[in-house]
Structure formats: C-alpha cells, structure tokens
C-alpha cells in the first residue's frame, strides 16, 4: 500500500481522506503538478515547483508550502515507497469550507488542501511506445481560455484521450481556428527538415517544464526551433512528429490522423531529442 501525503501527513492511501465540501471536488478549484522519478531522483523539480506558483497565483491561492519543504515531501514519498521509476501527483484546491458557495472562502479561515502521492512506473523511460510512435487523431479545443493555468479541471482531455481510443489511436491533438494547441495532456510538435517547430507560448496552452527542456537541449544542440502556429495540414504533411510531457518525455507521433508521417516510423529528430532529454534530465535530477 501507498504512503501518500495529506496536510502535513504522511499517511496509508486508504487513511488518506478529504472533505465532500473540499472546492477540488465540487468546483474544479485547484491546480497540480505532476513530477517524473528517474533513478530514484526528481526530474526538473525546480521548473514544476515554478509553475505551480505561478498556477496558485493566477489563481488568486494560496501556496500551503514552502519549495524547501514541498522538496523535502517528494524525497520522503520517492523513499517511503521506493519510486525508482514513476511519478509523482501533486495537487493543491482552495480547500473545504463548510458549504457549497461559489464566492471564494477568506483564506484566514478555509485553509488549501495539499495532496501528494506516488505512482509506481517501472520502465518509464525505456517504454516500448518510443519504439514504435503514437497515433494520434486530431479534435477540437473546445477547452475554457486559461489553459496555461494547471487546473484539475481534466474533463474534456480525459473526453479526448476516450474518443482517441475509440479510434484506434493513443491520443488527440487539439485543433482550433485551424491551428493545433496541444495534446490532451502533452505539447505538440511537427519537425519539417532540420526545423522543429511548435506553437509558441501563450494563455491558450500549458506551458510545459518538458517543453523548456527539450527546446533548450534542441536549441544547444544546434537545431532549429521555430516557436509559431502550424495547421492540422501542415502536421500531416510534416516529416516527423512528436509530444513532450513530464510522464512521456518525447514521444514520436508517426500517424496523425489518416496521415501517416514519414516511413510510419519515428524519424530522426525525435529520438534524438528524447535521447539527449533523458540523458540531461538524469544528469540533473535531484
Ligand atoms: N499540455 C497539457 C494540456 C498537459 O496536461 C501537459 C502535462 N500535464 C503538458 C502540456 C506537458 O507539460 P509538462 O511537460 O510540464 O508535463
């Protein structure tokens, strides 16, 4: 059983419980992070600490732990369930006032709930998908207009990842005014030539700590990265694709669509960016 983390406490999952009136529950009012485990080690701690303050400031909430002490709480969790590969969940809501009430609670007196726990992975990084690609269909963002905020408000990427399936496929990329946003849970990118190119920064996607890495490590590397739009046609006409997350690193997209990309196997550039991603991301993991 899980030793997860509750308010200060560590606890057996199934001890672990929090209010029906919790704002998480009933109106989707929190944010979270998800941090990869690599060799036992965080990855990119410092970058998922960063936006998770910027998410619970956007937000107008506040943060219930310090970055020493939230470090502290993912070693004591990698440890006391000895996470060698995986994950770990962090979630924080405007915590559990005694009713429903669509006004914010004073935070004086409704404290936020902070919830962490682990998720065991063994062969994360060496996951057999990088091999072979993902397929990918294309849907609509019909998403709400702060996606840059990392809420729990999951519904429509879960909705998306169950019409891809359905499909016959591993995931969605989400299409609107034409253009691509992102993944259901991912960023996304096309590689034409030596260019890799992916939409830039802006409130209408979330922008990912994997993201920063692989451009930084792309750009060190002497490829070219084009941060602009690129439409739906452009991806399927493009020689290669892929998706960076925290949980897939960089993952080759081989089909998109009807549209297979290339020979209908990861190309060039992806594995070589998840390469050098997984290689850095170990050396500095903490
Ligand atoms: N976009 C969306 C919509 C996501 O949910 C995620 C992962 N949570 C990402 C991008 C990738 O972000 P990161 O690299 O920080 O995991």
Known sequence: M?????????????????????????????????TSVLDGKLIDF????????????????????????LLEVHRELVRLNEIE????????????????????????????????????????????AAQKGMKVISINDIRWGRRDIKT??????????????KAGADDAWMIEDGFVTEGTSNNAYIVKGNKIITRALSNDILHGITRAAVLRFAREAQMEVEERNFTIEEAKEAD??????????????????????????????????REIYLDESRKAAI
């Open 85 to 128: 590969e995986g994950m770990i969940y962090l979630q924080i809501t405007r915590g559990a006032p005694n009713d429903r009430d669509f006004v914010f609670p004073d935070p004086d007196t409704t404290k936020p709930t902070i919830v962490l726990f682990t998720q065991n992975k063994p062969g994360l990084a060496d996951n057999p």
């Open 46 to 69: 410092d970058g998922h600490a960063v936006r998770l303050q910027r998410s619970l400031g956007a937000l107008d909430m506040q943060n219930p732990i310090s970055k020493e002490d």
């Open 152 to 165: 729990v408000q999951l519904l429509y990427p879960s909705m998306g990842k169950m019409m891809a399936k």
């Open 2 to 34: 899980r030793t997860v983390y509750l308010n200060g406490d560590y606890l057996p999952e199934n001890e672990a419980s929090v209010s029906i009136f919790d704002r998480g529950f009933l109106m989707a009012d929190g944010v979270y992070e998800v």
């Open 240 to 273: 290669e694709a892929f998706i960076t997350s925290a949980s897939t690193f960089v993952m080759p997209v081989v089909q998109i669509d009807d549209a297979v990309l290339g020979q209908g196997v990861p190309g060039r550039v992806a594995p070589r960016l």
